[in-house]
């Protein structure tokens, strides 16, 4: 048996994971979200992954889901927003990273309720073929700590705005 030493980050996470943890966070948000239907959406997420022989999806194809996860917990809500940035289809240069935070966080306006949702950083900041360090590890937490102080400073003074990473 394999000793329990190893990388932390082996175990590949997949856009189908992504999505599924999407759901989990969006639910706990929510607060009134229901488990049964969080666990329909859960079904159709494996019924999808299990039919698809590609772990990534296409960008826009992943983009549609992320939409509709969302759609999916804030059906009710007219004064709701969300803006998703995967950051494996861009530049994740501290410079280039705020460009895509402040962009993406101008899209939320000043709607009441919104969600920021960041994905694929963690891929985004490890090159292929390379292990995860603990320098890297250091670079991946101050980015979120980038992300989310960006977000909050650029944030109108009466919105609720939540930042999620998947």
């Known amino acids: 048996m394999g000793s329990s030493k190893g990388n932390p980050t082996k175990y590949k996470i997949d856009d189908y994971t992504r999505l599924t943890n999407l759901n989990a966070l969006v639910s706990l948000l929510e607060k009134d979200g229901g488990c049964d239907e969080v666990r329909q959406l859960n079904i159709a997420l494996e019924f999808l992954r299990a039919n698809d022989p590609v772990a990534e999806m296409a960008p826009i194809s992943f983009e549609h889901c992320v939409s ?3 759609r999916f917990h804030y059906a009710s809500k007219l004064h709701f927003r969300h803006a998703h940035w995967d950051a494996r289809r861009g530049e994740v240069d501290p410079l280039w990273l705020r460009a895509c935070i ?4 101008a899209v939320l306006g000043n709607h009441p ?5 960041v994905s694929g950083l963690r891929k985004a900041l490890l090159p292929t073929g390379r292990r995860w360090t603990q320098h ?3 670079i ?5 700590l980038m992300i989310e102080s960006l977000a909050a400073s650029q944030a109108h003074p009466e919105q609720k705005l939540s930042v999620l990473f998947i």
Do not use: G, H, P, W
Request: net charge positive.
């Open 140 to 144: 991946y937490r101050e980015s979120m």
């Open 68 to 70: 509709q996860v969302v």
């Open 102 to 105: 402040l962009d993406k966080v």
């Open 136 to 138: 890297r590890e250091r």
């Open 113 to 117: 309720c919104a969600l920021l949702i």
